[in-house]
């Protein structure tokens, strides 16, 4: 098996049933693409499999077979080669005996089936024009396997989309019929694929809870979040209301994903070195200490200076998704430099709101949390890589930390602190072993009540797989998914619901034009500001990825509060009506900041082109004599 390619998981090149080797009926509406090297082991015994299937499918089902021989392989190069100098009509028969005649390919096995065929086992000569037709096919081929993302052989393509799921027969069958159990999962695996499919998510969770919220069933929908559960054990009764349960629990495990991703940011990432990290911290306090002044400058009530905090968060899910939406026309270098300056701003938000946000203090159970926070650091020193004794201690620390007054979604940020990472895995010596495992339980895999790999091989095997990540990185992979599609849609679900009517608006139009010109107004111009000014004291540097209007359109984005406005709107105001205009000005300014950032970076990208483009060069002159 070897790996190329990206995470491209549509066939770029559609099958034609006049070019392509296809095994089968033309006609038939299931398709199998396979790209694979008659030297690679794993194509081999996976033919065995596709055998089988093609029995149990007749008719409904055409197999394709694309080459992508094993680089730096010549052995490989040369069986497709010698596949593809075969007479048309006997292509197949001559697949099948380079993939079956013997257990690994042999130059023997390259002498054998020339000699069935009748040809030269070797190449011809250059100028002959068989060899430069066969080469041509196999070279586009493999260009077409780099364009769909083929990372390793084999790798098969179901009715155009890439299946990355089990070889073994009955798990063909299940992705090529298409059962259900199969198509629900491929929907969620390419939805989740799809880059603004979280800001999506988050945008039509928002929009049910307005739109229920102002129908006849918004008292009902209002009454639901409010419904209590919790445990009783003994005196112990610990109970709050679902929307509790959701802001103050469910949304620890996004504080947990932001805490590994800004321990990835600072250790791996794009902040871990000053060079690449002085821009972006630049762009993130600008974008924090503007908003918190304009915010100061326009509201007139001080009542409502507790809001400050709000305009200052960005909400990474929705700026990265439109950035994503816009393609090429936003580079990469700009979405990497947004998300890091969108790491920063969390760091921030999360200090604000453990320091401004938070109840009366109760030292008894902060000692404890204490305690439990010293037990995490014992696990780290001493190098412990399971996740669980970490996830039950974080679940008490968020307890205690819940009962000693601060936000209980801190413990998410503690606890990722102390969630150890380790040295990078040697891959080949961890594939030499998992190889030998499942080449000596495969030698028994027929013997009489034996239905499966020893219990001391899945040990091992596990133990394998622990390895290939850090335990850090294991859970923010997890984690980061169910936070996305999970976490913040429920979050937005449960605290998006605001009833627009006139009377929101008596009286708090300050509150809402303070919120409104901190997110967008203060957060490009602060956003810009201090980038500007870090370039120009020297202590960062403009990348030449993108320029100074794509860096506004970025700050534009940065306006989109959403997530983190919410909640901390939600701390800052106690009264529901002051929460309802702080939504609506949120919802307001966010969708403004959106569609502003949109067009400052439409026609950037050209722009930039334009202006990076050589000038017209003058006609030398002729030096003077």
């Known amino acids: 098996m070897e790996s190329s390619g990206s995470a491209v998981r549509r066939l770029d090149r559609p099958v034609d049933n006049a070019t392509d080797h296809i095994l089968g009926n033309p006609d038939a509406p299931l398709t199998l693409v ?11 015994a996976a033919n065995a499999h596709l055998t089988e299937v093609r029995d149990e499918l007749g ?5 394709v077979f694309r080459h992508r021989p094993v680089t730096g392989s010549i052995l490989a190069r040369r069986a497709a080669d010698l596949a593809e100098r075969a007479p048309p009509e006997k292509f197949w028969e001559t697949h ?4 079956t005649r013997s257990a690994v390919l042999t130059e023997d096995d390259l002498k054998a089936v020339a000699s069935d065929l009748g040809i030269d086992h070797e190449p011809p000569d250059q100028n002959e024009r068989e060899e430069t037709a066969a080469e041509a096919r196999v070279a586009a081929d493999m260009q077409s396997a780099v364009a769909s993302g083929v990372r390793f052989t084999p790798t098969f393509f179901i009715n155009g989309r890439r299946y990355d799921g089990p070889w073994d027969t009955s798990s063909f069958r299940d992705a090529i019929i298409g059962r259900l159990g199969f198509r629900v999962l491929n929907a969620a695996t390419s939805f989740a694929g799809w ?3 979280a800001g999506l998510l988050l945008i039509i969770a928002a929009l049910i809870a307005v739109i229920v919220t102002n129908t006849g069933a918004g008292p009902a929908f209002t009454a639901f979040w409010e419904r209590y559960a919790g445990v009783a054990f003994g005196d112990l009764d610990f109970r709050l209301s679902l929307l509790h349960w959701i802001n103050d629990g469910l949304l620890t495990i996004f504080f947990l994903v932001v805490g590994l991703e800004i321990k990835r940011e600072f250790t791996v990432g794009h902040l871990a070195s000053r060079k690449q990290a002085t821009l972006p911290i630049a762009a993130a306090l600008g974008g924090m200490i503007a908003p918190i002044i304009l915010y100061s400058l326009v509201n007139p009530n001080p009542l409502w200076a507790n809001g400050w905090g709000v305009p200052m968060a960005t909400d990474t899910a929705f700026a990265v998704a439109i950035m994503v939406m816009m393609g090429s026309r936003v580079p990469i270098e700009l979405r990497v430099f947004l998300t890091a300056a969108a790491i920063i701003d969390d760091i921030g938000s999360v200090a604000v709101v453990a320091v401004f946000y938070s109840g009366d203090m109760h ?20 190098k412990v890589y399971r996740l669980t004794p970490y996830l039950l201690l974080g679940i008490v620390l968020w307890f205690c930390v819940h009962e000693g007054g601060l936000h209980a979604t ?11 990472t380790r040295p990078p895995p040697d891959l080949g010596a961890l594939m030499i072993q998992a190889n030998a495992i499942v080449t000596e339980e495969a030698r028994h895999s027929h013997e009489v009540l034996r239905q ?6 899945m040990r091992a095997l596990n133990t394998i797989y622990d390895r290939l990540e850090s335990p850090a990185d294991r859970l923010l992979r997890v984690a980061a998914a169910r936070s996305s599609y999970l976490v913040l849609p429920l979050f937005a679900l449960a605290n998006g619901g605001v009833l627009i009517a006139t009377d929101v608006f008596e009286g708090h139009s300050g509150l809402m034009l303070a919120i409104f010109v901190g997110l967008f107004i203060g957060k490009p111009l602060g956003f810009f500001a201090l980038s500007w000014l870090a370039v120009r004291l020297r202590l960062a540097d403009l990348p030449h990825g993108y320029n100074w209007r794509q860096l506004l359109g970025a700050g534009a984005l940065a306006g989109i509060g959403f997530t983190m406005s919410l909640f901390i709107a939600g701390q800052a105001f106690s009264l529901e009506t002051d929460f309802a205009a702080a939504k609506i000005a949120i919802f307001g300014a966010s969708i403004l900041s959106a569609l502003v950032g949109v067009a400052i970076l439409w026609n950037a990208n050209s722009a930039n082109e334009e202006a990076d483009a050589p000038a017209t060069a003058e006609p030398a002159k002729a030096p003077a004599e």
């Open 363 to 382: 030292w008894g159970w902060l000692g404890a949390a204490a305690a439990v926070t010293a037990a995490l650091g014992f696990l780290n020193y001493g």
């Open 34 to 44: 396979e790209y694979g090297s008659y030297s690679c082991p794993h194509c081999r």
């Open 195 to 197: 880059g603004p499919s």
């Open 410 to 420: 801190l413990a998410g940020i503690v606890l990722a602190a102390f969630i150890p």
């Open 452 to 457: 499966g790999p020893s219990d001391g091989a």
């Open 59 to 63: 008719n409904r089902l055409k197999y």
């Open 96 to 99: 099948m005996m380079l993939m």
